[in-house]
């Protein structure tokens, strides 16, 4: 920092009148440029694809997450092209780019994303389905089906406990946990949107259960907000409280098991979207589409059936 023409320490104190001349350094602008990364592609054709998303990936750049997640992955797959925050309107089409453009650039100076070809999302920590567009022309369409709620999207989860009915529907609004900012919560309904969950407990074990979400609306970390506020977290979930043993006998050799599925054997939340289904934005053609949970989710779900009786 240099003051009144002269070089000076950071713990200089200002006085009234001085000159102060300094440098801002401007971080790189937020960018996408293609990434040689393996995905799992369920379904292509010329308007869209469907992905199956490992858990630990990201699906779009943003602060903290500059490369390594999805949009990276795909735009090598389409060999498209690097699309970067300050990029102008309507400077790429999606024809370069092999995605959709729609809502691809930032709304604002102060939210650098970058999201070509991004509809819908997933947690970082939640594998499964998602839809991506590749053409404009399916974008708006795609995500109008998500506005009205006609998406059929269909979750697959471990939790904590029993829920009580086993099924059923959880509703609530959810908005930042005012305690809390990192975190979505149940608030009252003038301070967050509106939300439902319909469940229904398809195995049973003695202290967990797997359980299947549909869900009604699409609001940020809903299966999570919902099923902790129920005092059911999901197993493994760190931010609202899935990674300690909640129910059953609290022996040491229990929570060293439970230490290890947190730590090793499934690092995130056991929650995996199944099913998706939608109407193709171009043909009109009902298109329905299913994956298995990941290899570690099931191996989990085995201890759980063994060590859990």
Same mark, same amino acid.
């Given at each position: 920092?240099?003051?009144?023409?002269?070089?000076?320490?950071?713990?200089?104190?200002?006085?009234?009148?001085?000159?102060?001349?300094?440098?801002?350094?401007?971080?790189?602008?937020?960018?996408?440029?293609?990434?040689?990364?393996?995905?799992?592609?369920?379904?292509?054709?010329?308007?869209?694809?469907?992905?199956?998303?490992?858990?630990?990936?990201?699906?779009?750049?943003?602060?903290?997450?500059?490369?390594? %997640?999805?949009?990276?992955?795909?735009?090598?797959?389409?060999?498209?092209?690097?699309?970067?925050?300050?990029?102008?309107?309507?400077?790429?089409?999606?024809?370069?780019?092999?995605?959709?453009?729609?809502?691809?650039?930032?709304?604002?100076?102060?939210?650098?994303?970058?999201?070509?070809?991004?509809?819908?999302?997933?947690?970082?920590?939640?594998?499964?389905?998602?839809?991506?567009?590749?053409?404009?022309?399916?974008?708006?369409?795609?995500?109008?089906?998500?506005?009205?709620?006609?998406?059929?999207?269909?979750?697959?989860?471990?939790?904590?406990?029993?829920?009580?009915?086993?099924?059923?529907?959880?509703?609530?609004?959810?908005?930042?946990?005012?305690?809390?900012?990192?975190?979505?919560?149940?608030?009252?309904?003038?301070?967050?949107?509106?939300?439902?969950?319909?469940?229904? %407990?398809?195995?049973?074990?003695?202290?967990?259960?797997?359980?299947?979400?549909?869900?009604?609306?699409?609001?940020?970390?809903?299966?999570?907000?919902? %099923?902790?506020?129920?005092?059911?977290?999901?197993?493994?979930?760190?931010?609202?409280?899935?990674?300690?043993?909640?129910?059953?006998?609290?022996?040491?050799?229990?929570?060293?098991?439970?230490?290890?599925?947190?730590?090793?054997?499934?690092?995130?939340?056991?929650?995996?979207?199944?099913?998706?289904?939608?109407?193709?934005? %171009?043909?009109?053609?009902?298109?329905?589409?299913?994956?298995?949970?990941?290899?570690?989710?099931?191996?989990?779900?085995?201890?759980?059936?063994?060590?859990?009786?």
């Amino acid at each position: 920092m240099n003051v009144n023409g002269t070089d000076v320490k950071k713990s200089y104190s200002v006085e009234p009148g001085d000159e102060i001349v300094f440098r801002l350094i401007r971080k790189p602008p937020m960018q996408a440029e293609p990434e040689p990364i393996p995905l799992d592609i369920v379904h292509e054709d010329d308007d869209l694809l469907v992905v199956n998303k490992p858990a630990g990936m990201v699906v779009h750049p943003a602060p903290g997450h500059r490369s390594g %997640t999805l949009v990276h992955a795909l735009l090598h797959h389409v060999d498209g092209q690097t699309v970067a925050a300050d990029d102008e309107a309507g400077a790429a089409a999606d024809e370069d780019v092999g995605l959709s453009m729609v809502n691809a650039l930032p709304e604002a100076p102060n939210h650098p994303i970058v999201r070509p070809g991004i509809v819908h999302r997933l947690d970082k920590g939640t594998s499964g389905l998602l839809v991506v567009a590749k053409r404009d022309r399916a974008h708006q369409p795609l995500a109008e089906q998500f506005k009205a709620h006609t998406v059929d999207r269909r979750y697959r989860a471990l939790v904590w406990g029993h829920l009580d009915p086993s099924n059923g529907t959880i509703e609530g609004a959810i908005g930042r946990d005012p305690n809390r900012r990192q975190r979505m919560a149940i608030v009252p309904e003038a301070d967050g949107k509106w939300a439902k969950t319909h469940y229904e %407990t398809v195995e049973y074990h003695a202290h967990t259960s797997e359980v299947t979400f549909q869900l009604e609306t699409g609001r940020t970390h809903q299966i999570r907000v919902h %099923t902790s506020h129920r005092h059911h977290p999901i197993l493994g979930d760190p931010k609202y409280g899935g990674d300690s043993v909640r129910y059953g006998p609290q022996t040491g050799e229990r929570r060293s098991f439970f230490d290890r599925v947190f730590n090793d054997a499934l690092p995130h939340p056991a929650l995996h979207a199944y099913r998706l289904g939608f109407t193709h934005p %171009t043909t009109g053609e009902t298109l329905h589409f299913e994956a298995d949970p990941p290899a570690e989710w099931n191996r989990v779900r085995r201890r759980l059936r063994e060590e859990e009786q």
